[in-house]
């Protein structure tokens, strides 16, 4: 079965400091990748994906990531944290067998501190 | 821009009620979901539905229900509400087609079973 993995509940970084957010995935088959981010009271808003090719991956808000086959990871980054950054990210996988479902880490809340 | 509207922000009912949660998609998005959302556990999918008055089962479905009547509606039912179903419930919907597109989700609902 698909899954991912979010090891951390909270990350704190002070701003102007670069930030990761860590995710790893075990899936059957070539892994689709997302993360998304949640501000206080409100849905998720898509910030990137991976499907193929570079493993870069850049997103909104100056956020990336990077596809790590070899350690199964996609961790999130961004090279310099602001307070505004503060919020529940979460990653997913896409579901196996060409299904829309993703299924959803179990979510990381960044603080970043002035 | 996608638009989800969700109808409630925040619905207060009691034990034994029958609760109806609507979301609206203006996108013409065949797929729809409805997830909860619950601290520490992330995202759970309840249910799905790929097409008018299709539906297929989530990763929790029990104690609820779906309707998908019309392709832009897509209504969570809880047949008779319990206190473990106390949680924030989010609708999301997802386009078909070969890019992998992400999921749009509404705000959501907060839902209090008391």
Redesign the interface.
């Known amino acids: 079965a698909q899954s991912v993995a ?1 090891p951390e ?1 909270q990350v704190n970084v002070a701003e102007g400091n670069p930030l990761t957010v860590k995710c790893t995935y075990s899936v059957s088959g070539n892994p ?1 990748l ?1 993360w ?1 981010v949640q501000y206080p ?6 910030l990137l ?1 991976y ?1 193929t090719g570079d493993n870069l991956v850049k997103g909104s808000y100056g956020f990336e990531a990077e596809f790590n086959k070899s350690q199964t990871s996609f961790h999130l980054k961004k090279p310099s944290a602001l307070v505004s950054d503060s919020a529940l990210y ?1 990653c997913a996988v ?1 579901d196996y067998g060409g299904s ?8 990381t809340r960044l603080l970043v501190r002035p | 821009d996608v638009k ?1 509207t969700q109808s409630s ?1 925040y619905l207060v009912k009691r034990t034994g009620e029958k609760v109806f949660l609507e979301c609206v998609q203006d996108m013409d998005h065949e ?1 729809m ?1 409805w ?1 909860r959302q619950d601290p ?6 309840i249910y ?1 539905s ?1 097409d008018v008055k299709m539906k297929e089962k ?1 990763d929790i479905p029990e104690g609820y229900s779906v309707s998908r009547e019309k392709k832009e509606r897509f209504s969570l039912i809880l047949e008779s509400a319990s206190t473990n179903q106390t949680s924030m419930y ?1 609708c ?1 919907s ?1 386009q ?1 087609g070969n ?2 597109s ?7 609902t907060r839902l209090t079973v008391t």
């Open positions: 979010q509940d689709y997302f998304y009271n409100r849905g998720l808003q898509f994906k499907i979460f896409r829309y479902k993703l299924i959803f880490g179990s979510g | 989800v922000r797929n979901f997830y520490g556990l992330g995202l759970r999918l799905f790929y989530g989010l999301a997802a078909t890019n992998f992400p999921l749009h989700f509404g705000n959501g």
